[in-house]
């Protein structure tokens, strides 16, 4: 049995997968009588009244092109929520195998293991938002899953890469590393490195730098072996027409893409300025990402006046780390400038506790 069927449950190792009817033929021409479709068309003129491609081969063909590498090491979920929730149904027996997460981090990890009755192990970033490879280390036995988010969300940093693979090199488990926001660091994605480590998971998505959160498409790069699993055990149609679809064209405008980081790179640096300036505010924490973590001196009280004038931000102040810090997405430049207004108006309407 090879390391990576090793790690898995022994029902799914079992499982014999549902076979839907576009399985068994593989084509678009004919007629198809198969599916029980509305062979009519449908209410609206969009060309959906077929089941989409379980499989998703063109637009796995045209995302492994693009990211060098190839389709049997793509997998594309309904966002990379749905990823995260497979790799620990495939990999985790509940109330029995856990999952490491180094928080403050993404929230989903945590949820996705909790509806799976999958233990957590915590293992909380240092202050200055790095991995703690002694205490990881020290707390691995039955984790088989462990997620990485680089650059960090709520943080916003990257992860040095000299400890990823130190990770890599003596974790035993697959290391999910989530690069949601590697589009706007300066970092560099680890997919080039993917094929030396088997156990490694390396997921993107397209809901943040393209610009199409809406369409909810996620991908996961790994080993075919993994790929094959999650495969396994996915919703047939678990990515839909109209998300393939879109995601196909979308592709076709990089550029765009590229444009637009840069919009948001220029804004996020003058975003940092601004809020720097502010005598509420205590820190801007460096950002890999196309987001800010500040720390105010009193964050609740500004959320809710940021609220109250319909701008909404998200309080990380309860999490792990981050007390005082409300997280803030970067917006569009009237957007930033009005923030900022708001700010400035209620650091004056508190000027008693803005006194440093
Ligand atoms: C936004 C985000 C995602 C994207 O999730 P989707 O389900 O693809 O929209 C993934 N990971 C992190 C850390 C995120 O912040």
Not at 4 to 14: A, E, F, H, T
Not at 70 to 83: K, Q
Not at 298 to 327: G, H, M, P
Request: with cysteine; glycine share 6%.
């Amino acid at each position: 049995m090879s390391d990576i069927q090793r790690l898995v449950r022994d029902n799914i190792r079992r499982l014999k997968p549902y076979s839907c009817a576009r399985d068994e033929y593989r084509g678009s021409r004919g007629i198809f009588l198969d599916a029980n479709e509305n062979s009519f068309g449908s209410v609206l003129d969009v060309g959906l009244n077929r089941y989409p491609d379980p499989h998703q081969l063109e637009l796995k063909a045209r995302i492994a092109a693009i990211r060098g590498t190839t389709p049997e090491r793509v997998f594309l979920g309904n966002g990379s929520d749905e990823v995260i929730d497979l790799l620990i149904r495939v990999l985790c027996e509940p109330q029995r195998d856990k999952v490491m997460i180094l928080p403050p981090t993404y929230g989903m990890y945590r949820v996705a293991a909790d509806v799976n009755d999958v233990p957590v192990v915590e293992t909380p970033l240092t202050a200055g938002f790095q991995l703690d490879l002694d205490k990881i280390f020290a707390q691995t036995e039955d984790v088989k899953l462990l997620f990485i988010c680089s650059p960090n969300n709520p943080s916003g940093n990257l992860i040095r890469e000299k400890d990823i693979s130190t990770v890599l090199d003596n974790f035993d488990g697959v290391v999910v590393l989530d690069e949601a926001y590697m589009d706007f660091a300066p970092g560099q994605s680890w997919l080039p490195r993917l094929n030396q480590y088997r156990q490694l998971v390396i997921m993107q998505t397209f809901s943040k730098a393209w610009g199409l959160a809406g369409v909810r498409l996620g991908m996961a790069f790994a080993d075919p072996e993994i790929i094959e699993l999650l495969t396994k055990i996915k919703y047939p149609y678990n990515v839909s027409g109209s998300t393939q679809q879109l995601t196909l064209e979308a592709l076709s405008y990089p550029d765009k893409k590229e444009e637009m980081v840069r919009r948001i790179l220029a804004e996020r640096k003058r975003l940092i300025t601004e809020l720097k300036g502010l005598t509420i505010v205590r820190t801007v924490y460096p950002s890999d990402a196309n987001f800010l973590l500040v720390k105010f001196r009193d964050a609740r009280q500004v959320f809710e006046y940021l609220r109250e004038k319909q701008i909404v931000v998200r309080d990380r102040s309860t999490v792990i780390r981050c007390d005082n810090c409300l997280r803030i997405t970067v917006g569009k430049p009237k957007e930033n400038m009005t923030l900022i207004k708001t700010l400035e108006k209620f650091s004056g309407e508190h000027a008693e506790t803005s006194e440093k």
